[in-house]
Structures are given as structure tokens and as C-alpha cells.
């Protein structure tokens, strides 16, 4: 299995996940132009993608996804409540093939399986995702809102994962945002931040857990620097660490 993040962040956010000839787009936040562009520079056809999944309904989630289904002919997954909230068709526009899905189902998408984990965000109907290949299991688990229930269980089950490492606490208390925004961030339903992601992954380590790649970093309360180190004084040396960035496309990865 690869997988490469394309953008993470605010600004937009999508993953291209492949395995056994099968591609998955996870998201839809940047334009199709520039994710397939990315994926070229990195070998990788975009029309190798047979299937978007859109998490949630949030602008720098799904406001391409109608663009990657017209442009590319990918089938777009999305639970009924997010298409909604996101305006359908009337928002993003024309749509030949919708799969709608419940968080919490399984998927079935060429060679790989696929967990949709219902989360706590303040999205209309939020989902993370376990992509499975009947040999390795790779996590994106972003917009989580809090570490809840069972998402340990589910971090102990991966070979890689993408995980949300939102804000530093610090930088978001002493930062330009006003009271209610900080309250909603750092609230049930907001993000994980770098001490709170590096606790989940220490209690979860295993030789299993190949990487964990920090990803949705904030642009205002976080610094790639210093999740990284959040996260190495946590957790010490025995896992290795990536940072998604907010601007370009990581390298590919291996699972």
C-alpha cells in the first residue's frame, strides 16, 4: 500500500491511498488541477482513483468533489447528512453517481475494504477512515473532535497512520482567535492537539505502527517544528514521525 497526502489543513485537505491496483481519493478540500498535478509529479495517474470519500462537510473537505467527479469520473461516497449540509448538487454542482454511506459502515472498493469510524467533529455527520488491503491497515483519522471511544482500539490495529495534530495549547491561548473559536477548538467537538495526539500514540505503540504521518496542523496555533517536538518528547525515538503539509504533497509512503 502508498499513500500520499496531497494537502492537509484548513486550506484544503485530500489523501490518495493505493493498493493491489485499487486508488482511493479521501477528500476533496484542493482543486482538481492541483491534485492531479501533485499526483504526477509523484508518478500517479488521478484517474486511477476509483472512488472520493468525503469525511465531512466542511469547505476544505468537499468543496471540490463535484469538480474530481466531472473531471475525472470518480464515483463520490458521502453520507446522505454531509451531502446535504454541503449543499449537493445545487452547491457542487451536477452529479452522474453519489454512493451514499452511514459512518460506521464498511466499504467495499475494488481490492481494499474500508471502515468509515463516526467522529465527534462538528461536522453534519463526520467520518474517519481505515483503508484495509487483507494485508496492511492504514488510518486517516483527522477532525476527530476528541479522543473518544474506541479510537485507541482502532490506533492499535494500524500499520500507518494520518492523525490529527491540530494546535499546540499554548499558541492557541495567547493567539488572535477570539474566545468562542478557541472554545470550539479545543472543545469535544473540535481537534486533537499535539500533546493529546502524542499521549493516544504512546499509549497505543507497537513495532505494528510502521509511521504516523501529523497531520491538519494549523496555520495559526501550530508549527511543524513544534509538533514534531511535542510529540518526540512524548514518545521518545521509536516511532518514526512525518508532518502533512498545509502547501504540498508529502513524498510517497509506504505501509
Not at 19 to 34: C, F, K, M, P, Q
Not at 100 to 106: L, N, W
Not at 119 to 127: K, L, V, Y
Request: charged share 20%.
Amino acid at each position: 500500500m502508498i499513500a500520499i497526502s496531497l494537502q492537509s489543513g484548513s486550506n484544503g485537505n485530500c489523501i490518495y491511498v493505493e493498493s493491489r491496483g485499487t486508488g482511493i481519493l479521501l477528500d476533496a478540500g484542493i482543486s482538481g488541477r492541483e491534485a492531479a498535478r501533485r499526483l504526477a509529479a509523484a508518478g500517479v495517474d488521478i484517474r486511477r482513483a476509483q472512488a472520493l470519500l468525503v469525511s465531512h462537510d466542511h469547505h476544505d473537505h468537499v468543496r471540490c468533489a463535484g469538480v474530481y467527479h466531472r473531471l475525472f469520473g470518480v464515483p463520490v461516497y458521502i453520507s446522505e447528512k454531509t451531502f446535504r449540509a454541503a449543499g449537493g448538487a445545487a452547491r457542487l454542482g451536477p452529479f452522474r453517481e453519489v454512493r451514499q454511506f452511514r459512518p460506521g459502515e464498511f466499504l467495499a472498493v475494488g481490492a481494499l475494504r474500508i471502515e468509515t469510524v463516526p467522529t465527534p467533529h462538528d461536522g453534519a455527520d463526520g467520518a474517519a477512515f481505515v483503508i484495509d488491503d487483507g494485508r496492511v491497515r492504514l488510518g486517516v483519522l483527522t477532525d476527530l473532535g476528541h479522543a473518544f471511544p474506541g479510537l485507541a482500539e482502532i490506533l492499535r490495529s494500524l500499520h500507518a497512520v494520518f492523525l490529527e495534530s491540530n494546535y499546540d495549547p499554548q499558541m492557541l491561548e495567547s493567539g488572535p482567535y477570539p474566545a468562542f473559536l478557541k472554545a470550539r477548538i479545543r472543545g469535544p467537538h473540535g481537534h486533537l492537539s499535539n500533546p493529546e495526539a502524542a499521549h493516544l500514540l504512546r499509549g497505543v505503540y507497537s513495532s505494528r505502527l510502521r509511521w504516523a504521518c501529523l497531520a491538519h496542523l494549523s496555520e495559526q496555533n501550530n508549527d511543524p517544528g513544534l509538533a514534531l517536538q511535542t510529540h518526540r518528547h512524548i514518545l521518545g525515538p521509536r516511532l518514526p514521525l512525518l508532518v502533512a503539509s498545509r502547501y504540498a504533497a508529502t513524498g510517497v509512503l509506504d505501509v
